[in-house]
């Protein structure tokens, strides 16, 4: 059994909704179970929709619901499936819900959090519904499996988290027995439901995540995520046009890339696939013959030395420097400084200390005055904005010595901030200035790319 999940720019039309329907009967005796997003823009619209209604712009918000509805119904109807009266049936359900939610927020004015998610949801229940009449309407026995009936989570709306004991039971109860037939079963993305009944969503990454969840569940031969690109890549194509599809990466490479801002995966979505050692493939809906990336612990036989595997950045990172010389040697100063940052609850990525100084990055500002504030009652604080993030990965790294001298002897032009190594031993991260992102990642993309790449490990150029 395999698990294929679809984002929204691998189902955004007509056209690309064929494509990946061949896909999958191309896949159907290995029962694939699929897992799809939203279709194109629509989550956007929907987003419009809530602000507009709690304007008090009632007209408006109404308009946005039956445009919402009728992108829908016309993309059913170029796909054939006008006939299909479950299809019809799903979207009066549907257009029902729009109003019911939208009359809620114009009467109170706000959007509710728990009215959000369920809002939210919409979409994904659309596109997994067409999805499923157009592989009946093609001969391939489809049905719904509808995810907020198998993932149970917590009440944390708009980044809920599942609930593993709760959730298997009901993927073992309700989706393996489909799974385990010919029948292909088709789920939404980023959607659960809390233990109250109400519709949650998983945030950022919630469809990656929603398919390495199932997929670990039914222990799945594989997760198949497919996207717009290639694989994962050796840089970021928009800033660096020679980049390189990868053919291979470990879990651990994979997680770092994610975290420190690789676009294709989300660094929660690979969790389940880690922890149960499901391999997850990486592929282009545009091109479904081409290999992709593959992410697992098997290493390929006869590779060669390759320091780096991929270069990737964040940015808006805003550094805190924090220093006092009253704290010399003062015995919980870090903790001091770290439980302020738990208590605003602002994650931080990089950290460099000092007897008497820390610096710290972060990506999330939301807080950052009230911390500033705090942190003023014991120390100095530096803020310097508009930063960002270069982090280079690679397992070989931890069998380097002098890759460290290389990279900033060739960076000896650029202002460096931070530097951090060592936390993980397969990945070098560093500070600079956000106007600094493209000629500092071509540069060292150029350092340890140009030359002598292995064909088994990277695949050609785009």
């Not at 029902?96 to 994904?124: F, K, M, P, T």
């Not at 294709?264 to 391999?279: N, R, T």
């Amino acid at each position: 059994m395999i698990i294929m999940k679809f984002g929204g720019t691998s189902i955004q039309d007509t056209t690309a909704i064929k494509r990946i329907s061949e896909t999958i009967l191309q896949r159907k005796s290995e029962h694939p179970a699929v897992v799809v997003s939203a279709i194109g823009n629509s989550t956007d619209s929907l987003e419009e929709m809530s602000a507009v209604a709690a304007q008090k712009d009632r007209r408006q918000a109404y308009a946005l619901a039956i445009q919402f509805i009728s992108f829908h119904k016309k993309l059913a109807h170029a796909l054939g499936c006008d006939d299909d009266s479950g299809l019809q049936a799903v979207f009066t359900s549907v257009e029902n819900d729009l109003r019911r939610i939208v009359d809620n927020i114009l009467q109170s004015g706000h959007v509710a959090r728990h009215i959000r998610d369920e809002l939210s949801s919409l979409g994904e229940y659309c596109s997994a519904h067409i999805i499923t009449a157009y592989l009946n309407s093609i001969g391939c026995d489809s049905r719904v499996v509808d995810a907020r009936e198998i993932i149970v989570t917590d009440s944390q709306f708009g980044n809920a988290h599942p609930l593993v004991e709760e959730s298997s039971i009901k993927i073992k109860q309700i989706l393996k027995p489909v799974a385990e037939k010919d029948t292909i079963a088709v789920m939404q993305g980023f959607i659960g439901r809390d233990t109250f009944g109400r519709t949650t969503t998983l945030g950022r990454g919630g469809s990656d995540y929603s398919a390495t969840f199932i997929g670990a569940i039914l222990k799945a031969d594989r997760v198949e995520i497919w996207s717009d690109v290639d694989g994962v890549l050796t840089a970021d194509p928009s800033i660096v046009p020679k980049a390189r599809r990868i053919r291979y990466m470990s879990f651990q490479e994979a997680a770092e890339l994610a975290y420190f801002g690789a676009k294709v995966l989300h660094p929660s979505s690979l969790l389940p696939a880690i922890e149960h050692g499901i391999p997850v493939r990486v592929l282009n809906s545009n091109r479904p013959d081409y290999a992709g990336t593959e992410i697992s612990d098997q290493k390929p036989k006869g590779q060669q030395h390759c320091v780096f595997k991929s270069i990737a950045y964040k940015e808006g990172i805003t550094v805190i420097k924090v220093s006092s010389t009253r704290m010399l040697m003062a015995y919980g100063f870090i903790a001091s400084i770290f439980e302020i940052f738990e208590r605003y609850q602002t994650p931080v990525d990089l950290i460099s200390t000092s007897e008497v100084s820390v610096s710290i990055t972060i990506d999330d500002t939301s807080r950052l005055s009230e911390i500033r504030r705090e942190l003023l009652r014991f120390a100095q604080v530096e803020v310097l904005q508009k930063k960002a993030i270069v982090c280079l990965v690679g397992e070989a790294l931890k069998r380097e010595t002098a890759v460290t001298g290389s990279i900033f002897s060739e960076l000896s032009d650029f202002v460096v901030y931070q530097i951090s190594h060592g936390a993980s031993d397969i990945n070098i991260s560093f500070v600079i200035d956000e106007e600094n992102i493209s000629p500092v990642v071509n540069t060292l993309h150029t350092l340890f790319f140009k030359n002598g790449a292995d064909e088994r490990l990277f695949g050609s150029e785009l």
